[in-house]
């Protein structure tokens, strides 16, 4: 199982190399930050502080104005022309990100839209370099549940990605600024499909993250009470240790380590990190999934079950469910099929609680 999963990594060569940036820059907008100064002097520590800063004032760094604009477009209007996958039938919810960017593409949210009767909707958050065709089966099983789906493009992602870039980069990279600002985006860009759901009388509202979309998922389920049914699918404790100890991201680990260590940059991506908001998460009813993989090389097994030890901690409502697979291998036959029942009986089961 181990080399299955290594050769399903390493069927991306196009990885690239980037030095350490604490990316203090990308600081600039957020809303935490009012006293501090540029710190080019000691990026380390002031990009430290601001961490504390945003840990201290949560519901203020991951707030946001909903946006004037939402249509839904039908085919292929207002997207890429160049983007020859996207099927014509398909229909996109499509608004103005309250984070902006420099990067245009990445700022005109992309939500295809997937609907079923009834008042249920989830939002569907796929994983780290996702394409615009990954998870759409997972909503069209949802929809057979009658559970609507809003599957998300991440920040960077697919049809938001910048032509300059062949993977989603600057959504996880060695610049910390930017990956900090990626997940308040993607948190933000959640919440904001949640107000156009609620507006179109959808009352019973969850989420679905995978990998990477699991981390937004939590956070965004921590700071948004009308998120009651979440599944955090690969789920972890710190952005940082993922980043450090995963076969997906030993690129980046490759450009940081000579000049970070782990301890480091742990307090350095704090905010983003699933096991710094248990408190806020404990403060609204959920009913919650975790999965994990036992051969899992990205997210090693024993980072989820510090996660899954905290719930049962805290005496939070939450079932689990283990794959005698790996990361990649669990989007691979049989394991995907395995990994969707889950999901999709969790789903049935937490909705039909309400």
Known sequence: MYDWETRLANRDNNRVVRPLDWGLDWAQSWPCTNG??????????????????ILANSDQFFSYQTPSDFPLESGVSGLPRSNSR????ARYLLFTSPVSTPHPQNNTVHARWFPAPGRRAVVVLPQWNADAQSHNGLCRIFNLLGISALRLSLPYHDLRKPAEIERADYAVSANIGRTIDAARQAVIDVRCCLDWLEAHGYSHLGIVGTSLGSCYAFIASAHDPRLAVCAFNHASTYFADVVWTGQSTRHIRTGIESDIDLERLRQAWLAISPMSYFDQFSRYPKRSLVTYATYDLTFPPELSRQIIAEFRRRKLSHEVRKMPCGHYSSGENPFKYLDAYYLASFLRRGFAAD
């Open 36 to 53: 501090f100064h540029s710190g080019q002097s000691d990026p380390e520590n002031t990009i430290c502080a601001l961490n504390q800063r």
């Open 86 to 89: 996207v099927l014509k039938d």
